[in-house]
């Protein structure tokens, strides 16, 4: 396979995802070649700032920050802006090159679009940190008091495929999260968008969510894995096998071969000892430290993985 070939078109991509288990280490290292390929041997380090935990109205049924769920999550006040601020620097410090404010809302209220807003002016006054959001739906006037706010680029999940969506959450729609996305794009803001697996689908459900993602072209994909969390709808899901995170991993490099594909939540229990594998599938991004609600790997971890691939941060 050659880069001429990307991105692969859907009957491409149905072929390789129906390649047996033991095929999976060639297509770790074509999804590896066609990464080397594109680009250079950089990882981009994000670091996630959970600004607001719990007490969402929405009934995703992987999140434990759901208001409706019995979970561990203690429902905390929205952080000031002096502790967006020193979040972002504790980012900074630890070789992060972008932050992310989160808030698990359906969407902004205005007290918290201006909070947002006002400690993306300072951070981007103080910090060389690319800045992203992630702040559930959105309108024209919030992506646009975003944009000229400084933010950099705004993450928004469809999740999963459109078919599967109504079986993962019921108070907001797929179309709704897809015109959010149209929204970023629209006002020239870079788009975060992926989504996670393991969540029930089917392998067709894993293909259509690529087709959407190739559709929108988004900058970057952020690849979960279901950490089923107690008290949620998904709670008894089995952790998604190594075999088949990877192959998502490479199948999304061959779908999207110029975005940033960053690993993210679920990595340590889904890939266990394997995730230098994951980054040999053609990742170039990953999630640094903990992911919202759940722990992530030592930081020092990550950098030995890194030092250990050649990488370079």
């Known amino acids: 396979m050659s880069v001429i070939d990307l991105p692969l078109d859907e009957r491409r991509l149905r072929e390789m995802a129906a390649w047996p288990p033991q095929r999976v280490p060639e297509l770790l290292a074509l999804a590896g070649d066609v990464r080397n390929a594109i680009g250079d041997k950089n990882i981009s380090l994000e670091i996630l700032y959970n600004a607001k935990k719990g007490g ?3 009934d995703c049924a992987f999140c434990s920050q759901a208001a409706r769920y019995s979970t561990d ?21 630890r070789g992060a090159s972008e932050f992310c404010m989160v808030v698990a809302v359906r969407g902004p ?14 951070i981007k006054a103080e910090l060389p940190l690319k800045v992203a959001v992630s702040l559930g739906i959105l309108t024209e006037m919030h992506v646009a008091a975003l944009r000229d706010a400084g933010v950099d ?15 993962i959450c019921t108070t907001h729609t797929f179309q709704e999260r897809w015109d959010t996305c149209l929204l970023v794009k629209a006002h020239g803001l870079e788009l975060c968008c992926g989504g ?9 459900d894993r293909i259509d969510f690529l087709l959407a993602l190739q559709e929108l072209q988004p900058e970057e994909v952020p690849v979960n894995f279901l950490n089923p969390r107690p008290g949620t709808p998904l709670a008894d899901r089995p952790v998604l096998e190594p075999n088949e995170a990877l192959q998502f991993i490479a199948l999304t490099r061959f779908a999207l071969p110029n975005a940033l594909i960053r690993l993210a939540g679920g990595r340590e229990i889904t890939l266990r000892g394997m995730q230098d594998l994951g980054i040999r ?4 991004g990953l999630i640094l430290g903990n992911y919202l609600t759940t722990q992530g790997r030592a930081d020092e971890d990550d950098f030995a993985m890194l030092e250990r691939l050649g990488f370079t941060v």
Request: proline share 5%; glycine share 4%.
């Open 56 to 58: 969402c109205s929405e």
């Open 73 to 93: 999550v203690e429902p905390e006040q929205l952080a000031s802006v002096d502790e967006f601020l020193e979040s972002a620097r504790d980012a900074a410090r």
């Open 109 to 122: 209220s205005p007290r918290l679009l201006e909070r947002v807003i006002d400690a993306t002016r300072r």
């Open 153 to 167: 680029k705004i993450n928004h999940n469809l999740e999963t495929s459109r078919r599967h969506f109504p079986a």
């Open 196 to 204: 996670i697996i393991g969540m029930g689908e089917t392998l067709d």
């Open 281 to 284: 599938a053609g990742a170039n």
